[in-house]
């Protein structure tokens, strides 16, 4: 099962199968009355607080009739005042923290602008009502979602199943998208859909009922990739033609990439964390966080120069002109972000990151170059591998993995090196470029 489902049906019933499947967050809803065709839509006090008591968290979505069908007067102004009144009530007697976010479902693909003013009105309603007491997520497709974002209105998306709503494929390749989720539903032990999480966000608004704090994201795939062959995509047994067809996968299906051997790709298809077979990667793109890493990368055993050699034989370069590699948005994310994830963003502190993390260490978690210079110890003996500071005097710094110390300049591995991950040397103070460098430390775990 996937980590993080929804399911507009309550399951009190269900915890300990659920946790057993590794379900991790149940998203659940708030509406205004209880439908006739479906009673136990609503969240209870009760439910929430089995939840807790089950080791599982929470989120919510608020949604009566959320325009389903076309009917926009559900997303005006004054339904979002009425919505956002009911929502609060509902939060505070679930005990749902502040600070926590409360989605609110668009449930059509609306594209007339005059509907979209209207939306955007209707989420403008309840960012004022809620005034920062919870933060406002906004369920549908990608042009609705950064529409409500883009506007300063919502915080979070929350991308439908319905793929081919308008915007949601443009927005799956940028970082904007906290939650997608996947069809079809699945049938036990209660009727739930899956969620894939996003790795750019440090949560997506979950929480503990009864706790103050929201949680730290749980299930983050950095990698989101989708079959691109026109009659689908075989998933095998094993990384080869010889081993045995599983199932096949349709057109724009989307699987999580967990690591590559030669041509082939370990994916996981349904979002629990688990392996379940291979898939030719000729016929996959990468839609979020890059393509995944080689196998060898995995080895707990290997250092953060290791990987850094292996994402050099990837060939990781930036993309021309406002595509954005998702590989380097990938070292972004390893980070605080705060500069963005767009691959034109200065990236050698974030490779260095991502590689040291990679091997089970903790990184500085900033963007910023010199924040490595009083990273782990000083070399007193600098040897191949280590951690290298360079100060661009007047422009910030530069930072990567030594390779060979030649006297006045050092052969560097590193992240953003002419655009791309590669070897360069710089010198230990000197002009490159145009540009001065300065050597600040050489650094060690």
């Given amino acids: 099962m996937f980590q993080v489902i929804d399911t507009p049906w309550r399951v009190t019933k269900h915890l300990a199968e659920l946790k057993s499947g590794n379900v991790q967050t149940v998203i659940r809803y708030f509406n205004h009355s209880n439908s006739t065709k479906l009673p136990e839509k609503r969240v209870s006090p009760a439910e929430a607080q089995a939840i807790a008591a089950a080791g599982l968290s929470l989120c ?4 009566q009739g959320g325009g389903s069908g076309g009917k926009i007067s559900d997303l005006d102004v004054a339904s979002g005042h009425s919505d956002a009144a009911r929502a609060l009530q509902l939060a505070a007697e679930i005990g749902q923290p502040g600070g926590a976010v409360i989605y609110f479902a668009v ?5 007339d602008p005059g509907h979209i003013a209207t939306i955007r009105s209707y989420f403008s309603a309840i960012h004022h009502d809620f ?3 919870f933060r406002v997520g906004v369920y549908g497709s990608g042009l609705v979602g950064r529409t409500v974002q883009d506007a300063g209105y919502a915080s979070h998306i929350w991308l439908a199943a319905a793929s081919g709503w308008s915007g949601t494929k443009d927005l799956l390749k940028t970082e904007k998208w906290a939650l997608l989720q996947k ?6 032990p209660v009727s739930h859909d899956g969620n894939v999480v996003s790795a750019a966000w440090p949560d997506f608004g979950q929480f503990v009922p009864g ?16 079959v691109i062959a026109s009659g689908g995509l075989n998933l095998r047994r094993g990384p080869g033609e010889s081993f045995p067809v599983e199932r096949s996968l349709p057109y724009g299906s989307l699987v999580h990439g967990l690591h590559t051997e030669d041509k082939w790709v370990l994916v996981d298809t349904n979002g629990d964390g688990s392996a379940d077979g291979y898939m030719y990667g000729g016929f996959l793109a990468a839609v979020s966080g890059g393509f995944p890493a080689p196998a060898a990368i995995s080895a707990a055993s290997l250092s ?5 050699k292996a994402e050099l034989a990837l060939g990781v370069a930036e993309f021309p002109g406002s595509a954005n590699n998702p590989r380097i948005v990938m070292y972004h994310q390893s980070t605080n972000m705060n500069a963005g994830t767009a691959d034109s963003v200065p990236w050698c502190s974030a490779f260095v990151n991502y590689a040291v993390e ?8 900033s963007q910023w170059a010199l924040s490595w210079a009083d990273w782990g110890v000083a070399a007193t003996s600098p040897k191949e591998g280590d951690i290298v500071v360079f100060e661009r005097i007047g422009a910030g710094g530069h930072v990567g993995f030594l390779c060979r110390d030649l006297g006045d300049q050092i052969e560097v591995l590193g992240g953003n090196q002419s655009n791309r991950v590669r070897r360069q040397f710089y010198p230990k103070d000197g002009t490159l470029g145009g540009q001065r460098y ?3 430390s050489i650094r060690q775990a």
């Avoid at 953060?304 to 850094?308: E, F, K, L, M, N």
């Fill in 183 to 188: 069809w079809p539903p699945v049938a036990a």
């Fill in 107 to 111: 449930d059509h693909d609306y594209v």
């Fill in 304 to 308: 953060p120069y290791d990987i850094a």
């Fill in 438 to 440: 300065r050597l600040v």
């Fill in 60 to 63: 919510t979505v608020f949604q």
């Fill in 358 to 365: 990679a091997a089970g260490m903790i990184g500085t978690n």
């Fill in 131 to 133: 005034a920062g007491q």
């Fill in 211 to 226: 706790q103050d704090s929201v949680l730290a994201n749980v299930g983050a795939t950095p990698a989101l990739m989708e």
